[in-house]
């Protein structure tokens, strides 16, 4: 096994010390060494068990390479890896990287810099990485000015993003990625020698915060669960809480996965994209349990006053950030529930419960009734909704921003254990590709199913399209499912438009140019499946889960769909309603708010 011989050599070998599997990147001459590097980790040279390194994944634009690095972290639990070259290169991982900040993931960056020589010259390229990356990788962002500091700028980087569950940022010169790495690092001051070693601790919640949180709970009569994704682990819990006091349950949108929806008393997803029942839990209870989430959909939490609220979070700076927590307990959302179980009083009088049931049948009976609308195309609920009934037990989901995540947080019920995945708090399009991409990597045996708008897909799910047409043949499972509503629209902005401003759609600002998706497919050698009508959707998914390679389907669906939230207030109703009137073909999305607020409204 041959040493290494430069600074690119000893980092690619690091990172496989650190266990990581793959490199998301995009070539270029800063990192021509680093990339170098990488190859040769796999060739000859490198033979070695000690020294295979991570396989390279190239991207069709850094920007998707960060996605797919913030994916990994999501999919997995682990670091997820980016590369990039010096100046334009680096700039395009912002997006990316500040998805992996705003929803708290693991990721580092390494980004080539001009030779350290002519920093401060106005060379080429030449761009001010630190003030560039010192906001989205506040943790830590470092530049490599000598071998020896090498090693121990990447260890700090990748423990920081494990501790902290954030971006961080290693920047190395092009002229340091050459520089001879010495035998070993001298033993002297100002050398700093570390380990690549990380370990998680285990958080407790103190027994007297568990005593206050009872309390509260047990003075209840009317409780509500927001379980947020910071409970994935603690399922069991939840429900034997749930049981015990009978309570209702609703979800974040980043939570929706943790939980069986089918359940009575799961009312859904709460918030704009949520549920009438979660909108009714909210509006009607009177203590509120807050569990591993930081939703910030603060107008659909109770109204200031309404109720008591007790909020468990591992993070103690989101306690209390979101909503006016009487108790907070700081602790692993497990532990805390199994600990707060027997302190908590059986509920004698389950009228509450029932009431709960009533309202999350009631939802399911408004959300059929959605599906079946007759529309112009197919209508993109039932779409959605279908795909409950053929969606494998052992799928990974990957959700874009718009109109999609909409019927996702409504209408899909994922099988436990489904992972699911969307660009949370930076809410950005264009991650479905890159987020099922990377997904598919890490469980080259599992299914994925991508849910896709028209405007993402054109926006950078087309440029992914070519990777996927390039990689499936070496799965083990290919089956790689892409839906795309196509509905020529930038549908959640035009309704974010009637709704929030009361203006009628700008065409010129919200028209997405027609597409040929499926026959894009085909011609990349993919299945493409085209539907235009809601019946054509049981036979689509069939079709797509029983193929032999990835399939996209295109569904022609129909932007008058309402993108509005539950149980709307008479004063938004209005603006929406006045900005339909001005549009010359607003009248089938009128009629159609009305019939759902009139349905509604007989709950």
Not at 357 to 383: D, I, K, S
Not at 404 to 411: E, G
Not at 474 to 499: C, I, K, T, Y
């Amino acid at each position: 096994m041959t040493r290494p011989t430069n600074v690119a050599d000893a980092l690619v070998g690091r990172l496989q010390d650190w266990n990581v599997q793959r490199v998301f990147g995009y070539a270029g001459d800063g990192i021509n060494t680093l990339l170098g590097a990488l190859q040769r980790a796999h060739g000859p040279d490198y033979a070695g068990p000690q020294y295979v390194g991570p396989k390279y994944i190239a991207t069709r634009h850094e920007e998707l390479a960060a996605f797919m690095a913030c994916g990994h972290a999501k999919y997995t639990g682990e670091v997820g890896v980016c590369l990039a070259t010096q100046g334009p290169g680096a700039i395009h991982l912002l997006a990316g990287l500040y998805d992996a900040k705003l929803d708290r993931r693991p990721v580092v960056a390494i980004v080539g810099q001009v030779v350290s020589t002519a920093l401060g010259s106005g060379y080429l390229q030449e761009v001010d990485l630190h003030a560039l990356f010192k906001d989205v990788c506040a943790q830590y962002v470092q530049t490599v000015f000598a071998p020896e500091q090498a090693l121990t700028a990447l260890d700090n980087a990748m423990r920081t993003a494990l501790a902290t569950s954030t971006p961080t940022c290693l920047i190395v010169p092009h002229d340091v990625q050459k520089a001879e790495m010495p035998d070993e690092a001298p033993h002297s001051h100002g050398v700093v020698v570390s380990a690549p070693r990380s370990a998680h601790p285990q958080i407790q919640a103190p027994a007297e915060q568990l005593r206050a949180a009872a309390d509260v709970i047990n003075a209840g009569s009317k409780v509500a669960l927001l379980v947020g994704r910071g409970a994935a682990d603690a399922v069991e819990e939840i429900t034997a809480v749930v049981d015990r006091i009978g309570a209702g349950v609703t979800t974040s949108l980043l939570g929706k996965p943790v939980l069986d929806e089918s359940l009575p008393w799961h009312t859904g997803v709460m918030g704009h994209l949520g549920t009438t029942a979660s909108a009714e839990l909210m509006r009607q209870c009177d203590t509120l349990l807050i569990v591993g989430s930081n939703d910030p959909w603060t107008e659909f939490y109770p109204a200031p006053g309404q109720a008591r609220a007790v909020q468990i979070d591992i993070e103690p700076r989101v306690l209390g950030a979101k909503y006016p927590v009487e108790v907070a307990v700081s602790g692993d959302a497990r532990q805390a529930l199994s600990g707060l179980l027997p302190l908590l009083d059986s509920a004698t009088d389950r009228s509450w419960e029932r009431q709960v049931h009533h309202w999350t049948g009631r939802w399911l009976a408004l959300r059929e009734q959605r599906c079946r609308e007759q529309t112009t195309h197919a209508n993109p609920e039932f779409v959605v909704h279908e795909l409950s009934e053929f969606l494998p037990g052992n799928a990974q989901v990957a959700v874009d921003v718009g109109s999609v995540t909409y019927w996702y947080a409504r209408h899909l019920r994922l099988p436990p254990g489904v992972p699911a995945h969307v660009s949370g708090y930076l809410a950005s399009m264009g991650c479905a590709l890159p987020y099922g991409l990377a997904a598919k990597l890490a469980a080259p045996d599992r299914p994925v199913v991508a849910l896709i708008g028209d405007g993402a897909m054109q926006m950078s799910g087309l440029l992914e399209l070519i990777t996927i047409a390039d990689s499936w043949q070496a799965w083990d499972d290919p089956r790689f499912v892409v839906l795309v509503l196509h509905n020529g629209d930038l549908s959640e902005v035009s309704w974010e438009q009637r709704e929030m401003e009361g203006d009628p759609r700008f065409p010129a600002s919200q028209r997405v140019p027609a597409f040929p998706y499926a026959d894009y497919a085909e011609m990349l050698g993919l299945t493409g499946i085209r539907i235009t009508e809601s019946a054509q959707a049981t036979v689509a998914w069939q079709r797509a889960f029983e193929a032999e390679k990835p399939v996209v389907i295109e569904a022609i669906v129909d932007p008058a769909t309402p993108l509005l939230p539950p149980l709307m207030p008479e004063q938004k109703a209005d603006k929406v309603f006045g900005a339909l009137e001005d549009e010359d073909e607003g009248k089938a999305a009128r009629d159609r708010v009305q019939r759902q607020r009139a349905a509604e409204n007989e709950t």
